[in-house]
């Protein structure tokens, strides 16, 4: 690469993929990004907009999110769209005791990390949202909890990095890679060849299927999340809303099946309740299911009754990219030289946008980052196949 700006393709133009093409773009980097529809096309438009906090893990995850979440507060005057950011505050919504005594370590270990939470009891917790059933045993709070528009978010990094010169292919698709040794040299798509000095597989739930194109394994698998919309309605809550069952069944699915997949809600600009989610492993499916969508009605009627009266306008699902211990692959690959990985968010995807985006380009760009990558290494698993290279 010396003597030359290198040519680095972007795999995937969901949230991530936009993210690192804007940030390397910015920097004058020649970037090309290759997505099989349109940006914002997947799992990106198909998820609601929880900036959440509070569903990190105490450690390097929250650490990652909470300065995700200080880059968040520059894009809106830094995007060429309005990507409708509010810092609403957030609730955990807590319904029983057992689920209470949990949270006391959980909130303990996560002020322990800087994030200002505070658990509130039922009086307090119905003060903040009296929507709420009184049924409720409390709730954690955090006044950073925040939501954005994901979409409008997505297509602004899009926008931005177009502004920024980089090449954006839609409706191609990755068929297969060239190597000379330890090296990709190039990517082969539906629209031709596209040369290649690095290459980031940034592509969501089918990041694991691109790189056993390469010849790789990483344990990235789709996790379906199905979400219901209701009617526009008068300001109904003041804060987004997850629930207890929702943080557990995020971390462990065997959870999911037994206490129940939890709650998450948010309110949007136009009045309208995103009602959220199921956590299935279905395959591609992105298919709603009566059962998955009575699921989330029910869950959610028993925490904010008005949503017994409420018609439901509209359903979707969205593929998220699970890895096995919950948190994403960011980094080099040990396979090739030249090959990166920003894949396996789940769905922390729209919330870890900019900080992912600012890492990459870190270190792709400089070799170095301000925060340790470590964690987050690819080759963590230890999963080397004898896959042949494509």
Known sequence: MTGHTPHIVVIGGGVIGCAIAWHLAKRDARVTLVEQKDPAAGSSGACDGLVFMQSKKPGIHLTLAMKSLELF??????????IEFRQTGGLVVIETDAEYRAMEKYVTAQQDIGLP??????????????????????????PVDAQVNPINLTLGFAAGARQNHARILTHTE???????GNRVTAVET?????????????????????????????????????IAVTHATAPLLTHCLISAKYVAAKFDPALAQT???????????????????????????????????????????????AVK?????????????????GLP??????????VFMAAGHEGDGIALSPVTGLLMSELI????????????????????TGGDHA
């Open 73 to 82: 507060g520059a894009l809106s005057g830094r995007l060429p769209f309005d």
């Open 365 to 384: 760009l400089d070799g170095k980052t301000q925060l340790s990558l470590n964690p987050f290494s690819p080759d963590r698993f230890n999963t080397v």
């Open 117 to 142: 939470v505070h658990l509130l009891d039922r009086n307090q917790t119905l003060e903040r949202e009296p929507a709420l059933s009184k049924n409720i045993a409390g709730a954690a709070w955090s």
């Open 329 to 338: 692959l960011l980094g080099p690959v040990r396979e090739y030289s030249n």
């Open 309 to 325: 009266s409420m018609d439901i306008i509209r359903t979707f699902a969205g593929l998220r990219p699970y890895t096995p211990d």
């Open 259 to 305: 206490a129940g997949q939890g709650i998450s809600v948010e309110q949007t600009d136009n009045g309208n309740l995103l009602l959220g989610s199921t956590r299935e492993f279905a395959g591609f499916d992105t298919a709603n299911t009566i059962e998955g969508i009575r699921s989330i009605i029910r869950q959610t009627a028993a925490v904010l009754p």
């Open 190 to 226: 539906s629209q031709g060849t596209v040369e290649a000095d690095i290459v980031v597989n940034c592509a969501g739930a089918a990041a694991g299927m691109v790189s056993k194109r390469m010849g790789m394994h990483h344990p990235v698998t789709p996790r379906r999340g199905q």
């Open 174 to 180: 990755v068929l297969g890679f060239r190597h000379q």
